[in-house]
């Protein structure tokens, strides 16, 4: 079916690392995209293609894929890592087309 | 460093049709590889792609929501807009204009965001 899934929300302790997942049949032919977004702004690129960080992006954040699942992987959560995460790809039915995940809310504690 | 910034009507009337400007600068948008996209946000959702448009002019719009998107582009004012039709409440949402790297038919991720503005549906 065309569209990701993600899990409303995921916590993790000051320090530990967390994963946040994402779903669906387009996942197994392209990669995920991942954005972090902080209430009230605009949502930045964190994470995209195999395994890439735009520059800024701290190397805690990292991805990877394993059949339809896209993992966000966060070693050591900051305090400043508290928003919400959105992953992305192309559509599976055509490339041509995007889909987006619904967003998990990262609490860290 | 790129910059977008949206601009437009945010108070549209129902049934009326929101149009939105998305102004780039600080480079790229001549250059080929990029799919000028708009993604809007309804209040305490999540993220739902419009559409986008690339330089060539090739356009490619959300299946939920073709029947009632135009997209275009002035390569002149380094320009690209929206218009979205027949609007009711549920189009109430923030609209971000963004840049798509079209690096492969493997993903499509959108590196530069407008801050987004706010439109909002209602009599």
């Known amino acids: 079916s065309s569209e990701l899934t993600q899990v409303p929300a995921v916590s993790v302790a000051l320090g530990q690392t967390v994963r946040i997942t994402c779903q669906g049949d387009s996942l197994r032919d392209s990669y995920a995209s991942w954005y972090q977004q902080q209430p009230g702004q605009a949502p930045v690129l964190v994470i995209y293609?195999?395994?890439s960080r735009p520059s800024g992006i701290p190397d805690r954040f990292s991805g990877s894929i394993s059949g339809n699942t896209a993992s966000l992987t966060i070693t050591g959560a900051q305090a400043e890592d508290e928003a919400d995460y959105y992953c992305?790809?192309?559509?599976?039915?055509?490339?041509?087309?995007?889909?987006f995940g619904g967003g998990t809310k990262l609490t860290v504690l | 460093q790129l910059q977008l910034q949206e601009s437009g009507s945010r108070l549209v009337k129902p049934s009326q049709t929101l149009s939105l400007t998305c102004t780039v600068s600080g480079g790229s948008f001549g250059s080929g590889g990029y799919s000028w996209t708009w993604i809007r946000q309804p209040p305490g959702k999540g993220l739902e792609w419009i559409g986008y448009i690339y330089h060539s002019g090739r356009i490619f719009y959300n299946p939920s929501l073709k029947s009632r998107v135009t997209m275009s582009m002035d390569k002149s004012k380094n320009q690209f807009s929206l218009r979205l039709s027949s609007v009711t409440a549920a189009d109430t949402a923030v609209y971000y204009c963004?840049?798509?790297?079209?690096?492969?038919?493997?993903?499509?991720?959108?590196?530069?965001w407008g801050q987004g503005t706010l439109v909002t549906v209602s009599s």
């Open positions: 963004a840049r798509g790297v079209s690096m492969s038919l493997l993903t499509l991720p959108f590196d530069f």
């Open positions: 293609g195999e395994n």
């Open positions: 992305n790809s192309r559509n599976d039915s055509s490339a041509n087309l995007v889909l």
